[in-house]
């Protein structure tokens, strides 16, 4: 299937599911706040989820197992067989091959260890060895779990716009319950490894499904408000619950257990999930569409004729677009092809995830826990603000902004790492990860809004699968800090973060939403036309609504039994008519 073309979904859907307004179907209520915090439980599993292993795995002190046939103390091993470094402290890795004789230092590599007793338990390093040569196999998870997000992904989007958002979400929370679950009992590497495979991937999936139902529930002048509120809950939550976490001493398979135990909160989205009604307009099912808006509408409060007259000219519209000549829709789009503003998208959120990693694994994040402190700290701040600013300005002019900044401070900071002062080197650092985070979820917004309906999902998934490959790559540039130029990777992720604002340049003025208005503009006036007369016509007496009609009365009878056969089917009582 050609999924980043119009040509995977009739034009006719294309506009009818986008250039209608939620707000005029059901309102905005009850319907959408459920979905809005299942959206940021998600996203603080997510979050969870990839911040594990750093609860885990962490460093332990070990040196090499002393035979078991020798009965000395520790201290005593370690002075007679183990080798001083030149920093002064015990070797880890390596044992004198010979410990009887003090004349030979030849030394050789061990295979097994002992480790600080106190905090042996905390740690899978100690459980299964993965330490010194061993080490790279704890890389090794942490690949397999960006595997996991970067397999599950690329199917899932797909496969959400060809079957729906619901089911596909029932089916990726299930996996996430029952691997979590089992996770909590992996007692051997390779099966700790595998659950974290498909752990890790349907967390993500999760994560990517609901922020999209969401979206597309969400009234359009509260979509990018709300998206970005989701994401800002969710970060200070699991940054919160993490840092918790670490806090606490006690055995690693316990505090996993603990540590992923608001998993359980998404049990009850497996059987109160409802399906997207935008997705339904536009797979062409609206009575599926006609039965969601209306649980909708009274689950809000919302007044049923008003939806019910929105569905009978929704209706409409779908049959008079019927008739239309194709390729309509993709002239609505000239200018910057659907497939141009993938690879826009998929780069920008690669370079900024390259970016944020390369941060984070530089040798000042990991060694000065007061910068992260601070760091989490200023991030909120910066989500604040950022709510205040997404009401005031568009999405790509933010992120326009906001990719300058990082492409500056990047390359400030390698400047900065390259002369040493260590002072303004700090303090970028403070800066970038807190702007990083706002970068990323103004990113998602704006691809949210960018495409339409039928390729959301595709488009979403894949640009998160974007991230993770720029979260890999970030790994590799562990080799420049071994060679100590760690200064080259933050002016590659500067250079990225700039090659990104020029790609900017490339995208439409105007998103899928604004297209769809501009091109239904006859459907959408007609629409509110009609809905402002039903309000005023509820207000008015009967006699004096016989008088103002204006319709023919074949029209208007039509209209009726349209209407009055949407509200039967509903179980909502007809309170609405005037006497």
Known sequence: ?????????????????????????????????????????????????????????????????????????????????????????????????????????????CNEWNYDDQRAVQTIVSAWNLVCHRRGLLVFVLAIQHLGSIVLLVATGPVADCIGRAPVIRVVILVLLVATLIGCFATTYVFFMIVRFFVSGSAMCSLALCTIINFEVMTHQNRPFHVILCFAGGF???????????????????????????????????????????????????????????????????????TASLLDKLSAQVDKNKERVGGEGEDMLEGCSIRQRALIMFGSYFSISFSLYVTIFSSASRHESVLQIISSIVTPLGFAWMLVVVTKFPLLKILTRCFVALGAAQCALSLATAFNPQVLRDALIVVIRPLVSIGMVVSIAYTLELFPTALRGTALCWTVVSGRMGTVCAFVTFVLHQAGREDVAFAIAGSLMLASVLAFRRLPPAVTVECAKIKASGTSALLQKSIGHMRKSLDQPLTERRVQGTESPASSKASSRKSKSRLRRSSYPRKQRSN
């Open 236 to 306: 200070v939550l699991a940054d919160v619950w993490i840092s918790i976490m670490g806090y606490i001493e006690m055995n690693w398979t316990l505090k996993q257990a603990i540590f992923v135990a608001p998993t359980v909160l998404l049990l009850p989205a497996v059987f109160l999930m409802p399906e997207s009604p935008r997705w339904l307009i536009a797979s062409g099912r609206l009575k599926a569409a006609e039965c969601v808006m209306l649980e909708a509408a009274k689950k809000n409060n919302f007044p049923l004729p008003f």
């Open 1 to 109: 299937m050609n999924w980043f073309s119009l040509k995977s979904a009739s034009s006719s859907d294309f506009l009818t599911s986008e250039a209608f307004d939620c707000h005029d179907a059901f309102g905005h209520g009850f319907f959408q706040r459920r979905l809005l915090l299942l959206s940021i439980i998600t996203i603080v599993v997510g979050n969870s989820e990839t911040a594990i292993m750093s609860l885990i795995a962490r460093d332990v002190d070990h040196w090499c197992r002393q035979p078991p046939d020798l009965n000395v103390s520790v201290a005593s091993w370690k002075h007679r067989a183990i080798p001083v470094q030149e920093d002064g402290r015990f070797s880890r890795c390596h044992v004198y091959k010979h410990p009887d004789d003090p004349n030979d230092t030849q030394v050789v590599t």
